[in-house]
């Protein structure tokens, strides 16, 4: 009789794989301060990777808009006008824009504000982020006519 030719199994092979479970990142967040200023946590610096001590900022809104739903910030190249530089702070780094935010209608003095930060790709492979601002102020309470049928009273019958 012939030998065959026999491969082994291992008892590695029999594992299964171990699938990695996709990390969920936290939202980078950020806020504006009650002076005015644009807060980014040193840790939401780290997140989205750039370099804070040598980068400036171009900060615009969409145009054509009324209410400031968001903010963008786009880096800037070397020697652009207009640019506003990051600066440092215990914690975190901050752009000033106290009057820029008044003018748009932000009450930040009163109300804090709090904003997520997603990245975009805005011309020449830049990326720029989109502040999302969210109003932690609770709304005002309703003070005009209720709408809709009247209820009936079922006492009466």
Not at 85 to 96: G, I, M, N, Q, R
Request: hydrophobic letters at 35%.
């Amino acid at each position: 009789m012939k030998a065959t030719q026999i491969r082994f199994f291992s008892p590695l092979e029999n594992n299964k794989p171990k699938e990695k479970k996709a990390k969920k990142s936290a939202p980078v967040t950020g806020y504006i301060s009650s002076a005015g200023k644009l807060v980014f946590p040193a840790k939401s610096v780290a997140q989205l990777a750039f370099d804070p001590e040598n980068t400036k900022f171009k900060v615009g809104v969409q145009e054509g808009k009324r209410k400031i739903k968001s903010l963008y910030v786009i880096p800037a190249t070397d020697g652009q006008e207009g640019a506003f530089e990051l600066e440092k702070a215990a914690k975190s780094y901050s752009v000033s824009l106290p009057v820029i935010l008044q003018k748009s209608g932000i009450d930040y003095a009163d109300s804090k504000y709090v904003f997520t930060i997603k990245p975009f790709d805005y011309e020449d492979g830049v990326v720029g982020y989109e502040l999302l601002l969210n109003d932690q102020a609770p709304k005002p309470a309703y003070t005009g006519k209720p709408r809709g049928r009247k209820p009936q009273n079922k006492a009466a019958e």
